[in-house]
C-alpha cells in the first residue's frame, strides 16, 4: 500500500482539462515539495513538475499545485502524447523516505 | 548537459551480488542528494535508497541489510551494491537526483535511463 493516493485511472478527450490528484498527509506533501512523474510504455520517468516549477522542455499546458495535504498536476489541453502512467513523490520525515503514489494511468480518448 | 547514465544490470542467481553504477554529467553527485529508485515488472515506482550531500544514508525496509548506496566523488558515479539478491529484487533500477527548490527537498528532477536486474536460477 502506497504512502501517497492516486486515482488508479483518468480518462480525458483530446482539448480537454484534466486533474490528477495525489494524496498524503503531514509527514510528507504537507512538509516538502512533491514531483510529478511521467511514464510512457514503462521507459524511464520524466519529471514533469517539480514543486510547482515547471522543467525546461516540458511544455505549458502543465501545471502543479499544494494545497495543505493535497497535490494535483493539471494538464490543460490535453494531447495524445500526454497518454502515459503518472506518479507522484516526495520525501516522507517519518519514514525517512521517499514515497510515491501508486501511478495513475492516464487515458486520452 | 545534465544527465544520469546507468549501468551494470543483468542476469544474477539469486543470493548473487551486483553493482549498478550511475554516471552523473552536468553536475556535481557529492554535492546533491542521490537516489535508487526500481520498479519491478508491471508494478510502480519504489524507492530504495538515498545518500545525502553529507553523507548520510537510508535506505527501504526491504533492502536494508543486502544493499549498500555509495558514491566515487572523483568519478563523479553513484553506486548500488546488491548482495543476498531474490526473485523480489527483479526490476529495473533508476538513479535519480532529488532537487531543492526554494530550500525545500523532496521532488526528483533527474532521472537516468535505468538499468534491468532480473534475478533468477
Known amino acids: 500500500q502506497s504512502a501517497l493516493t492516486q486515482e488508479a485511472s483518468v480518462s480525458g478527450t483530446v482539448g480537454q482539462k484534466v486533474t490528477l490528484s495525489c494524496n498524503g498527509d503531514t509527514n510528507n506533501i504537507g512538509t516538502y515539495a512533491v514531483g510529478w512523474y511521467q511514464q510512457i510504455s514503462h521507459g524511464a520517468p520524466k519529471t514533469v513538475m517539480f514543486g510547482n516549477s515547471l522543467p525546461s522542455g516540458i511544455p505549458d499546458r502543465f501545471s502543479g499545485s499544494k494545497s495543505g495535504t493535497t497535490a494535483s498536476l493539471t494538464i490543460s489541453g490535453l494531447q495524445p502524447e500526454d497518454e502515459a502512467d503518472y506518479y507522484c513523490?516526495?520525501?516522507?520525515?517519518?519514514?525517512?523516505?521517499?514515497?510515491f503514489g501508486g501511478g495513475t494511468k492516464l487515458t486520452v480518448l | 548537459e545534465v544527465q544520469l547514465v546507468e549501468s551494470g544490470g543483468g542476469l544474477v542467481q539469486p543470493g548473487g551480488s551486483l553493482r549498478l553504477s550511475c554516471a552523473a554529467s552536468?553536475?556535481?553527485?557529492?554535492?546533491?542528494?542521490m537516489t535508487w529508485v526500481r520498479q519491478a515488472p508491471g508494478k510502480g515506482l519504489e524507492w530504495v535508497s538515498i545518500?545525502?550531500?553529507?553523507?548520510?544514508?537510508y535506505y527501504a525496509d526491504s533492502v536494508r541489510g543486502r544493499f549498500t548506496i555509495s558514491r566515487h566523488n572523483s568519478k563523479n558515479t553513484l553506486y548500488l551494491q546488491m548482495n543476498s539478491l531474490s526473485a523480489e529484487d527483479t526490476a529495473v533500477y533508476y538513479c535519480?537526483?532529488?532537487?531543492?527548490?526554494?530550500?525545500?527537498?523532496?521532488?526528483?528532477?533527474?532521472w537516468g535511463q535505468g538499468t534491468m536486474v532480473t534475478v533468477s536460477s
Open positions: 552536468g553536475f556535481t553527485v557529492s554535492s546533491n542528494y
Open positions: 535519480a537526483r532529488e532537487g531543492i527548490l526554494s530550500g525545500r527537498r523532496g521532488a526528483l528532477d533527474i
Open positions: 513523490s516526495t520525501w516522507d520525515y517519518s519514514l525517512s523516505a521517499q514515497v
Open positions: 545518500i545525502y550531500s553529507a553523507g548520510n544514508t
